[in-house]
């Protein structure tokens, strides 16, 4: 895990796209996945591992057969780095994480504020679950603090959100 003086002024995304195989979906998913990248960009602590010249960066997500591809460039577009990420080992997270998410959504309607606090504290459970998941997939390749994994990893289950 990167430590907190890994990271210099730069080592940072500036933009992050979705390419044409993630697909277009639905206004609302579409609206969560604009909000994930806008948080994402808001702040973070990002960089690769050996990269010698250091970000700022753009990040390109897509999916080729099954798996999620960072393709990480400059600013000025120079490619740094691509790395796959095989998503078997988030897909169990990723479902207990909108189970746990509609539990919340239901219990923010009809439950009491002591039954609503136990649910968010097991929803931010799995998140951080996914967090550390994906810190740890992508130790020696791209590294960034833990706030920018957990924002990271509420992109991946956006792009897995059908709406």
């Keep these: 895990m990167a430590s907190e003086e890994t990271f210099g002024p730069d ?3 500036v933009d992050v796209v979705l390419d044409e195989t993630i697909g277009r979906s639905t206004p609302d998913v579409e609206h969560e996945r604009a909000v994930a990248i806008f ?3 808001e702040e973070n602590r990002f ?3 050996g990269d010698g010249k250091g970000g700022p960066y753009k990040l390109t997500l897509s999916i080729v057969e099954g798996r999620l591809v960072f393709d ?3 600013e000025d577009g120079e490619k740094v780095a691509t790395h796959i990420l ?3 080992p988030f897909r169990r997270i990723i479902k207990d994480y909108y189970m746990i998410c ?6 923010i309607k009809m439950s009491t504020p002591g039954q609503i606090e136990t649910i968010d504290m097991a929803r931010r459970g ?3 679950d996914g967090s550390r998941t994906l810190m740890e997939r992508l130790e020696g390749k791209l590294a960034m603090d833990f706030d920018t994994a957990r924002r990271l990893f509420t992109l991946v289950c956006v792009l897995h959100w059908r709406g």
Excluded: I, P, Q
């Design 102 to 107: 509609d539990s919340y959504y239901e219990a």
């Design 72 to 74: 990480v460039t400059r």
């Design 47 to 49: 960089k690769v591992v």
């Design 11 to 13: 080592a940072r995304l």
């Design 86 to 88: 095989a998503l078997g």
């Design 126 to 128: 799995v998140h951080n």
């Design 39 to 41: 948080d994402l960009l």
